[in-house]
């Protein structure tokens, strides 16, 4: 079946022809008749090194190495396979071990016996949310979907995790190519439902899916990404979006006249360039509907809702608050002048609080900082991270003090100093509660309880 171009397994791979050994010399010889006992073991003895070889890359290279090691793995086949499932342990614990590369690679073998039981291991993995590599198994399962998985799939569109939601639409793209009548209708309907997804990538994906399965009205959302000029304190996920946009819709062979994504959206050249691309989207969209069956027609005319939608920069927040962490999804909190809590980034939720809510937690940062002695950095580099935006004390310097707490997939005891996690409380118990915040926005649903869970994953329980 046919997988829309998408960066994935494999993506290093010209890298890889100059950062790995090439694979030649004894061990693709092939014996002649007379050879030697010991000749004739020599393959087998130089494959297994060369498993072992890149196993070692696999797990402790860098980050260019990694997945090119494990796609050399998936290459040996049966043997790799093999030696892989030996490795692997039989807990999930030991499984998160051999690290993202190596569990993506899990769902990556075909044909094989070896390579079956690998897949099989993925499941539980995805299963457990202690698994500290969800979307990497949800990747992997993702590679070869199995019908009777469909309605698995369906379940991981609502993870707190976006990659694993990601993951999920495409199986379930691939498990429906080609499919009519209700089978069609219901991987509409989850589709559909991701391009209101609180993650800009996520919307995407699902609108090209859509866009490659008839519905060209599905472009008026990246179209609406390439307008975006937001950014998180110096992040420019705007830009971001206009880049991935305008790189999506160059793959599709769509000209883009004099549009520049360097430029700001709101520039004449841009403007005029959106808006001609938006009419001659609009249509090609308006005859490829007639190739529809009538009850999909007008299904995404009106564009997109809300969430998907540019919004004006935000210009006022004073404090920031960014959680990565591997097990409990990303969080983008902000704090403004004029008492207002901003959730996300692209077109955010903004929450009114309490008059003084605010200045409370400037005094209580600023506060903060004196007991650091000017450390603005705690831990190791991973995929774990606590980033906080704060005024400084030093009032002559208006750019904001950035700290931050770093980690891999491993605890990692006294990562957090005290005065931080006494911060981050304050940050915590000024998010409104449950009944106070919408449950319809994905991205306020029970948000303390997600923010505090984040935390907790990182460096610990937030406490006062």
């Keep these: 079946m046919e997988r829309l171009p998408r960066p994935g397994f494999g993506r290093y791979a010209t890298l890889a022809l100059i950062a790995l050994p090439l694979l030649t010399g004894a061990a693709h010889a092939t014996p002649g008749p007379n050879a030697s006992p010991q000749a004739t073991e020599a393959p087998d003895a130089e494959l297994q090194k060369k498993i072992d070889t890149f196993l070692g890359h696999a797990r402790r290279g860098s980050a260019v190495i990694r997945p090119q090691a494990a796609d050399r793995l998936v290459g040996l086949g049966e043997p790799a396979a093999r030696r892989i ?14 690290g993202t590369n190596l569990v993506e690679a899990f769902g990556a073998f075909e044909n094989s016996e070896s390579g079956t039981k690998l897949r099989q291991r993925l499941w539980p993995a995805l299963e457990d949310s202690e698994f500290p590599w969800r979307p ?53 309907q989850h589709a559909v439902a991701r391009l209101s997804d609180e993650n800009d990538i996520v919307r995407r994906e699902a609108a090209l899916q859509l866009h490659a399965r008839g519905h060209g009205y599905a472009l008026l959302w990246l179209l609406e990404d390439m307008r975006r000029d937001d950014a998180f304190f110096g992040v420019p996920f705007g830009k971001m979006a206009r880049y991935d946009a305008m790189r999506a819709l160059m793959d599709r062979g769509i000209d883009l006249g004099e549009y520049n ?67 409990r999804g990303d969080y983008y909190l902000r704090w403004t002048a004029d008492d207002v809590l901003v959730v996300g980034y692209g077109n955010p939720v903004r929450i009114q609080l309490a008059t003084g809510t605010t200045d409370a937690l400037v005094k209580a940062g600023k506060e903060a900082q004196a007991p650091l002695e000017d450390q603005v950095f705690w831990g190791r580099a991973g995929c774990d991270m606590e980033g906080y935006f704060l005024p400084r004390q030093d009032a002559s310097n208006p750019s904001p003090l950035n700290l931050i707490l770093a980690k891999n997939e491993e605890p990692m005891e006294g990562l957090r100093p005290a005065v931080l996690s006494e911060f981050g409380a304050k940050l915590c118990a000024s998010i409104p509660s449950d009944q106070e915040l919408s449950q319809s926005d994905p991205r306020t649903r029970e948000l303390a309880k997600r923010v505090r869970a984040a935390f907790a994953s990182i460096g610990g329980p937030v406490v006062h």
């Design 261 to 327: 994504p360097e430029l700001p959206p709101d520039t004449n050249l841009n403007r005029a360039g959106v808006a001609a691309l938006e009419k001659r989207v609009r249509e090609a969209a308006a005859k490829s509907e007639a190739q529809l069956p009538e009850s999909e027609r007008g299904l995404l005319v009106d564009g997109p809702a809300p969430i998907a939608q540019a919004a004006p920069p935000i210009q006022n927040a004073v404090i920031g608050l960014q959680l990565k962490s591997c097990r």
């Design 136 to 188: 990497a198994a949800a990747r992997g399962l993702s590679l070869h979907p199995q019908p009777s998985e469909k309605e698995l799939f369906v379940r991981y569109l609502e993870d707190p995790i976006a990659p694993v939601r990601l993951a999920a639409l495409d199986a379930l793209y691939t498990l429906t190519e080609g499919a009519e009548g209700a089978a069609r209708q219901s991987y509409l």
């Design 85 to 98: 499932l030996e490795v692997a342990g039989e807990t999930n614990e030991q499984l998160a071990l051999l």
